[in-house]
């Protein structure tokens, strides 16, 4: 049965460990087969209830301190002198577990963000109506937007550059809503997502460039918005409409 | 100590014994601090810390006892999943199933207790689960399919078991 074929990926699908690619085309089944879908709900549900259940045991705030006294003392069995570098050693190694974890954390909820823009701009291109509002004419575009979404915009003008914006449509992050902005660059669509800072969290709050599958990404912050611009175009491409977007502000 | 309570948390696990898991993150410490020169800058410090503690487990004495009652073949090709007749009612996400999930992982086989437990507690990726049990990304990813079946398994006979409220 071809759903076998499925399930047996589910898992790394779950775990986000599947490549972009076969992860869209499990998603499309997913969308269409209830079977699977209803397997995929199950198993999400296992994997957050033993999340969940395994963060069970807290140490005895004792024992932390006596670990702490332990790391400390350790050195003093030896002659005193050697104590300064051990215990700078120590201090480092601290240093250095904070600073991978504070690092590895951003970076896992930055790149959890830029691959669900990823995966909007993407279902914006496979879409058979990708906007809501049709118009090249940013005077048309800004105001269809007063009243749909909790802020506003400015929108650049595009005479003398190569863009052309195609349109723009309502699009949602952390369920709040925000305007994303569809820019054509000769063959190439770029999409332009805003969004007030508070839906974006606090989660990401420098500016980046970077890449997601191997779209490339710019972002940076305005106003109390958040502003990204991902599409396959090139990093120049990408460069140049975020400067007209800045500038517009 | 940043990491200090997620690494009490998995030698709890590990050992079902609140003292010995204290032992062990003393002993997992006191090794890192020694043999933080062998830690080579670039690579993944968390996989390094927990890989420490979890070698030390399995020298411990529990940690033999628990790896030499289990049977081998934990890593065989995972057998077809009767996928199809689990709903989503099978695994419930009520508080009073915690316990009850709990229970269950506790007596699993500690090769799937911990490779759940990095996975799904630690968020770790299938590369860095790879680095810390010294195990291909192939038995990981298998060894992961089996412990989940597992659980499921023994969460549906638990659930069998208990009395409808």
């Excluded at chain 1, 958040?226 to 140049?240: E, P, T, W």
């Amino acid at each position: 049965m071809a759903c076998d074929r499925w399930i047996e990926k589910l898992d790394a699908y779950l775990d986000g460990e599947l490549p972009a690619s076969e992860a869209r085309a499990l998603s499309e089944h997913l969308r269409g087969c209830s079977a699977c879908a209803a397997e995929s709900l199950s198993r999400l549900q296992q994997k957050r209830t033993v999340q969940t259940a395994g963060q069970r045991f807290t140490p005895d705030p004792a024992f932390r301190v006596r670990i702490q006294e332990s790391i400390a003392a350790r050195p003093s069995a030896r002659r005193s002198w050697f104590r300064l570098p051990v215990l700078a050693t120590a201090m480092a190694l601290v240093v250095v577990i904070t600073l991978f974890f504070a690092l590895n954390r951003s970076r896992r909820s930055e790149q959890q963000l830029v691959s669900e823009l990823a995966d909007l701009h993407v279902a914006t291109l496979a879409s058979s109506n990708p906007v809501d509002v049709v118009s090249s004419d940013r005077h048309t575009v800004k105001p269809w937007f007063a009243g749909r979404i909790p802020f506003t915009f400015n929108l650049p003008e595009l005479q003398d550059s190569p863009f052309v914006l195609v349109g723009a449509k309502v699009s949602y992050l952390n369920q709040a809503p925000g305007a994303e902005l569809i820019f054509r660059v000769r063959q190439h669509q770029i999409s332009v997502f805003i969004f007030q800072e508070r839906a974006v969290g606090n989660l990401q709050t420098r500016d980046s460039v970077q890449t997601a599958l191997s779209f490339n990404v710019r972002s940076w912050s305005l106003n109390g918005l958040r502003y990204f611009v991902i599409g396959d175009a090139s990093a120049q491409d990408l460069d140049k409409l975020s400067d007209l977007m800045k500038a517009a502000g | 100590m940043p990491h200090f309570d997620r690494l009490y948390n998995f030698a709890c696990w590990l050992t079902h014994d609140r003292q010995e898991a204290e032992d062990l993150v003393q002993e997992t410490y006191a090794k890192a601090l020694k043999g933080f020169s062998s830690f080579q800058p670039g690579t993944n410090f968390r996989a390094w810390i927990y890989r420490i503690l979890r070698n030390a487990f399995l020298t411990s004495r529990t940690g033999l006892q628990a790896t030499a009652t289990v049977p081998l073949d934990l890593d065989g090709e995972a057998e077809a999943l009767p996928t199809a007749k689990e709903t989503p009612e099978s695994i419930l996400l009520q508080r009073s199933d915690l316990q009850l999930v709990q229970k269950a992982m506790e007596q699993l086989p500690v090769a799937y207790r911990e490779v759940l437990l990095l996975c799904e507690v630690e968020e770790m990726s299938y590369q860095e689960i790879s680095a810390t049990l010294s195990i291909p990304i192939g038995t990981v990813m298998s060894r992961l399919s089996r412990a989940r079946q597992a659980l499921r398994v023994a969460v549906r006979e638990k659930q069998g078991s208990q009395p409808k409220a």
